[in-house]
């Protein structure tokens, strides 16, 4: 690794500290570097906060040393006001000069914008460094802004005999196939994604609440596709305690301030009807979790980016079988007893 790849990985790693907090906007993280020392580093927060230069630079004590320094970006410094002013700016102002940038903002507002900005103002500007890995970090982001869509993560848990439920069940709750451990970890996930998307039967059968109750974080918003309108007020998800979407062909409710009812067409391209509205709504990503139909659907249509599938310590016999997944494993741990297998869509 050598010395700009060193200081890209540390804001690789700052920016990871924001997963969760920032959308609509990306994951970054900076480093300013004075003589083989960091001098300032810093990482976006929150959206409509401080990027991450502007608190690399507002640590830098001896504003001085940075007529003399290099400042790294994961992403593109901003060119453009939006809720704060732009980074460039921030950068010229400073007389910075040397930029090192992991990867350009796919965003149009930026989009290349901020590296001529700052090469007009002649500031020697090196882009690329670190850019898989950068490009990775921001995934969801870059999903949002390339393919028009949602960054989306299908999630399930299976018994070791191939069942995610049983036939029947006596209370309408979950059947927990997994130990305390992978449950806990599940509930970070929601805290780091945008959205949770479940079907009619999951909530029916379940009475989920899909709240982040096992982790501290930011409730992921509910996404409930009712066809029928079959939910009725009495279920969990309409509980008005986080921001709900229900995406029914019935007739639209009145809406409230924690949920929204949208017309939606359900046929064979509904999926994709689906994806336009959330990205229509800004959301950048979205966990699907069930059940059975709602996930094979997702993946017969091949649209999923990522698949986290527990295989927990028990067997069920007989049950409702798990989707069908004939993609290798891109890697594998052990929680406990329980297996979790995760699969990327390449």
Same mark, same amino acid.
């Given at each position: ?106 965003? &149009? ?9 700052? $090469?007009? *103002? ?6 690329? #460094? =670190? +850019? ?49 451990? &992978? ?9 780091? $994604?945008? *959205? ?6 999951? #909530? =029916? +059968? ?43 062909a019935g007739k639209k409710k009145d809406n409230s ?20 509205? =959330? ?41 409702i079988k798990s989707p069908d997944f004939l993609f ?19």
């Amino acid at each position: 690794m050598n010395t700009h790849e060193f200081y890209m990985n540390r804001c690789i790693q700052l920016a990871k500290n924001g997963l969760g907090q920032t959308y609509p906007n990306p994951l970054v993280g900076s480093v300013i570097v004075h003589q083989g020392k960091i001098i300032g580093e810093g990482w976006h927060r929150k959206a409509g906060e401080p990027h991450a230069e502007v608190h690399a630079v507002a640590s830098v004590k001896d504003k001085s040393l940075l007529k003399e320094a290099t400042i790294y970006v994961s992403l593109e410094p901003c060119s453009h006001y939006g809720k704060t002013p732009p980074c460039c700016n921030l950068i010229i102002e400073n007389e910075i000069p040397q930029v090192v940038i992991g990867t350009i903002d796919p965003f &149009s507002e930026v989009a290349g914008k901020g590296i001529k900005r700052l $090469e007009e *103002a002649g500031k020697k500007v090196i882009v690329g #460094v =670190l +850019e898989s890995e950068c490009k990775e970090l921001n995934r969801r982001f870059f999903t949002f802004h390339t393919q028009k869509r949602p960054y989306i993560i299908l999630k399930w848990a299976e018994s070791k005999d191939g069942f995610i439920a049983p036939l029947q069940k006596d209370k309408k709750e979950p059947v927990w196939l997994t130990n305390v451990y &992978s449950r806990q970890l599940v509930h970070k996930w929601r805290t780091e $994604e945008q *959205a949770i998307l479940v079907g009619t039967n999951t #909530v =029916l +059968e379940d009475n989920p609440t899909l709240n982040a109750r096992d982790w501290k974080g930011k409730n992921p918003i509910r996404i409930i596709l009712d066809k029928n309108n079959s939910i009725d007020d009495t279920y969990f998800v309409k509980n008005q305690k986080q921001p709900t979407i229900i995406l029914t062909a019935g007739k639209k409710k009145d809406n409230s301030e924690n949920c929204i009812y949208e017309n939606c067409i359900f046929d064979s391209d509904t999926l994709y009807e689906v994806l336009k509205k =959330l990205y229509d709504y800004n959301i950048q990503s979205v966990i699907i979790e069930g059940g059975a139909r709602t996930l094979s659907s997702f993946i017969n249509k091949d649209l999923w980016d990522e698949a986290r599938v527990f295989i927990g310590n028990s067997y069920l016999i007989n049950g409702i079988k798990s989707p069908d997944f004939l993609f290798q494993s891109k890697t594998q741990s052990l929680i406990e007893k329980d297996q979790l297998k995760i699969y990327r869509n390449i």
